[in-house]
């Protein structure tokens, strides 16, 4: 119990930071882009993120797996309403808004990972839409946004593969008291054609896979909706 505690507390203090951090990089972002807000365009972004992450945390109770990465990882669409808040209200409203899907998540279902997990969901979400929005907000046409989902949807995978190798699995193996050996045997088990399977083998074939189908679902599924969306949200 006191290991489980002093666990929990330690990630709440890595997601305060982070979260600073993050909130920093996104605000930095908009400068560059030229974002600007009005009183009004405060009060929509408020009520923006609200409703954006509300629908967020409904969408990623619907998770399930996929064929190509064990169990514990699974898809969901969490993303999409968060990145169209990104692309509607910035990316400082973006990052607000994974937060608080985040924060909902907890509160409403608890966490079974001492907020691990939960820190990871948040960062690698933030990793997708923080560079999705910027480069949208820099010049806003379809074309920007298309490049935008392309650029996050790599980092995301690029991010997310470094994150698992070097936090998130061994914070696992660490708080399960499993060594890290048997989670590479899940992947190892998956595709059993590997003779040599190391951390970098498996989140090579389980975890960069994932990211960038998710980053492109999303991706896809924003294109398609955003333009009435966004549309109803600046009326709001």
Same mark, same amino acid.
């Given at each position: 119990m006191e290991n489980l505690w002093k666990t929990v507390t330690e990630n709440v203090g890595f997601i305060a930071i982070t979260a600073a951090v993050l909130f920093a990089v996104a605000k930095l972002g908009e400068m560059w882009?030229?974002?600007? %807000? %009005?009183?009004?365009?405060?009060?929509?972004?408020?009520?923006?993120?609200g409703m954006m992450s509300a629908l967020a945390f409904i969408l990623q109770i619907f998770d399930f797996p996929v064929p190509f990465a064990p169990p514990f990882y699974k898809l969901d669409f969490s993303e999409v309403p968060v990145l169209i808040c990104s692309f509607a209200m910035g990316p400082v409203a973006g990052v607000a808004s994974e937060l608080l899907k985040n924060v909902l998540k907890v509160l409403f279902r608890g966490t079974t990972t001492a907020f691990v997990g939960d820190y990871a969901n948040f960062v690698i979400g933030c990793s997708f839409i923080i560079p999705a929005a910027i480069l949208y907000f820099k010049h806003k046409t379809k074309k920007t946004a298309i490049i935008g989902c392309v650029a996050g949807t790599i980092i995301i995978a690029i991010f997310g593969s470094l994150f698992n190798a070097f936090y998130?699995?061994?914070?696992? %193996?660490?708080?399960?008291?499993?060594?890290?050996?048997?989670?590479?045997?899940?992947?190892?088990?998956?595709? %059993?054609?590997?003779?040599?399977?190391?951390?970098?083998?498996?989140?090579?074939?389980?975890?960069?896979?994932?990211?960038?189908?998710?980053?492109?679902?999303?991706?896809?599924?924003?294109?398609?909706?955003?333009k009435p969306i966004s549309r109803i949200l600046h009326q709001v």
């Open positions: 882009a030229g974002v600007t %807000s %009005s009183q009004q365009m405060r009060t929509k972004k408020i009520v923006t993120i998130l699995l061994p914070a696992f %193996s660490k708080l399960y008291g499993m060594p890290l050996e048997s989670i590479l045997e899940m992947g190892h088990a998956i595709f %059993s054609g590997f003779e040599e399977f190391n951390i970098l083998t498996f989140v090579a074939l389980c975890v960069a896979p994932l990211n960038l189908l998710k980053g492109a679902l999303v991706s896809v599924i924003v294109m398609l909706i955003y």
